[in-house]
T-cell receptor, first 112, second 118 residues
Framework: GQSLEQPSEVTAVEGAIVQINCTYQ??????LSWYQQHDGGAPTFLSY????GLEETGRFSSFLSRSDSYGYLLLQELQMKDSASYFC?????????????FGKGTRLHILP | ETGVTQSPTHLIKTRGQQVTLRCSSQ?????VSWYQQALGQGPQFIFQ???????GRGNFPPRFSGLQFPNYSSELNVNALELDDSALYLC?????????????????FGPGTRLLVL
């Protein structure tokens, strides 16, 4: 079966750095994506890792270790607008049927 | 904001009824995926359409069905509504190029349709 595990909530202070972890279990593996979703809004794509290592996009970075079935999203110089839910997602293939699996999400609270 | 639109924004139905939700994909995109998102949960993949055919399906019963039209817009139909079908329904468009992987990497989500089943 497929599953993704991520913490349900994380709290950090404005200006600080926070890391949101994601572990996955899939039949196949085609990379790990991260999405951000503000309350009442739609998910927006943040990053994608297909190979091991760190991908950096501005204040956001994403890391993948395929041998550990683990990835994380790193947010630097936190701003109040970063308060949102963050989802990791994988593409899996079961019985030749493509599926896109999202984690349950990590709610990030930022304190002033 | 993305160029993906959904209608209606909100809908109230009663148990046993049928509902049709609509999605217009972003210009240049040829693939549409539908998701169900319950409050406080991650999006659950319902199915994906590419070139008017279903191209992948999640663990949803057959009463969840869909269509994709030549202009790449799409419909989600749900028959025999149940109380547990109450959720936010999201569609996401993307472009499938050389490999289907591209549809997963960068999906553009619409604002969603919030369905309440009484």
């Amino acid at each position: 079966g497929q599953s993704l595990e991520q913490p349900s909530e994380v709290t950090a202070v404005e200006g600080a750095i926070v890391q949101i972890n994601c572990t996955y279990q899939t039949s196949g593996f085609y990379g790990l994506s991260w999405y951000q979703q503000h309350d009442g809004g739609a998910p927006t794509f943040l990053s994608y890792n297909a190979l091991d290592g760190l991908e950096e996009t501005g204040r956001f970075s994403s890391f993948l270790s395929r041998s550990d079935s683990y990835g994380y999203l790193l947010l630097q110089e936190l701003q109040m607008k970063d308060s949102a839910s963050y989802f990791c997602a994988v593409r899996d293939e079961e019985n030749r049927d493509d599926k896109i699996i999202f984690g349950k999400g990590t709610r990030l609270h930022i304190l002033p | 904001e993305t160029g993906v639109t959904q209608s209606p924004t909100h809908l109230i139905k009663t148990r046993g009824q049928q509902v049709t939700l609509r999605c217009s994909s972003q210009s240049g995109h040829n693939t549409v995926s539908w998701y169900q998102q319950a409050l406080g949960q991650g999006p659950q993949f319902i199915f994906q359409y590419y070139r008017e055919e279903e191209n992948g399906r999640g663990n949803f019963p057959p009463r969840f069905s869909g269509l994709q039209f030549p202009n790449y817009s799409s419909e989600l139909n749900v028959n025999a509504l149940e109380l547990d079908d109450s959720a936010l329904y999201l569609c996401a468009s993307s472009h499938m190029g050389q490999g289907s992987l591209s549809t997963f990497i960068n999906q553009y989500f619409g604002p969603g349709t919030r369905l309440l089943v009484l």
